[in-house]
């Protein structure tokens, strides 16, 4: 599937005499569809993001998001039974080829992946935080930043009881408070200044820009 239609095949294939052609070359296109979409989920599901969700509370910090130090889970806040992954999944899950068609000898399929707007929109952090308000995404911050790394404590040999709704982490008001109010010891220094900042990676907005890439030279693929 390469190079230019010829004009007489071009013919053939939008005329009602080509409709067995058309039907051969759709087959084709959506084995090739499924091979792109399979691959976006794989990408998705094998991404240093989604694996170290995927650990829950006890995770490292394998993205290296927070430089290190305690997982994204117990950061963003997730309560234990959660699957913020879910929706994602579904949604990417749920892609398909809408229209099928040929345009000036070219393949024009339009498919039906989610936007990053609607993925936003789907893991807001007020969904399962009382104490967040606002539309704001866990998943755009992700990419753009999440703010209070510098006020997020994370130790898995303290026990915070339901001042916690992640496990072993909580976070802090007004600055770091003193070792007295959670017991001698070290708190692996949550507000010193290597993990005050949180470190930006790319994610959906990566996976699903090379899966519409993807889209855009198939579409392009052409029979001589």
Same mark, same amino acid.
């Given at each position: ?25 759709? @087959? ?7 091979? *792109?979409?399979? @691959? ?84 807001? *952090? ?9 539309? @704001? ?27 916690? @709704? ?59």
């Amino acid at each position: 599937m390469a190079g230019g239609l010829s004009a007489s095949t071009s013919k053939e294939i939008e005329s009602q005499s080509g409709k067995e052609f058309r039907d051969k070359f759709r @087959r084709i296109a959506q084995l090739e569809f499924e091979i *792109i979409k399979n @691959r976006m989920i794989k990408e998705f599901e094998e991404h240093k993001v989604t694996l170290e969700i995927e650990g829950g509370a006890l995770a490292s910090n394998s993205s290296g998001t927070l430089g290190g130090y305690g997982n994204l889970w117990s950061f963003i806040g997730f309560p234990d039974a959660y699957n913020p992954l879910d929706g994602v999944r579904e949604k990417l899950d749920q892609t398909e080829i809408r229209d099928f068609g040929f345009k000036r000898g070219q393949l024009n399929l339009i498919t039906t992946e989610p936007s990053r707007e609607e993925l936003f929109a789907i893991t807001k *952090i007020s969904d399962f935080r009382k104490d967040f308000e606002g539309g @704001r995404s866990w998943l755009d911050g992700i990419e753009t930043g999440l703010s209070g790394l510098g006020l997020y404590l994370y130790d898995t040999e303290k026990n915070f009881g339901e001042k916690s @709704r992640s496990g072993p982490a909580i976070q802090l008001k007004g600055g770091k408070q003193s070792e007295k109010a959670f017991g001698e010891g070290d708190t692996g220094g949550a507000a010193s200044p290597q993990r005050s900042r949180y470190e930006r990676t790319s994610y959906i907005s990566a996976i699903l820009k090379k899966f519409r890439n993807s889209i855009l030279r198939l579409n392009r693929r052409v029979i001589k």
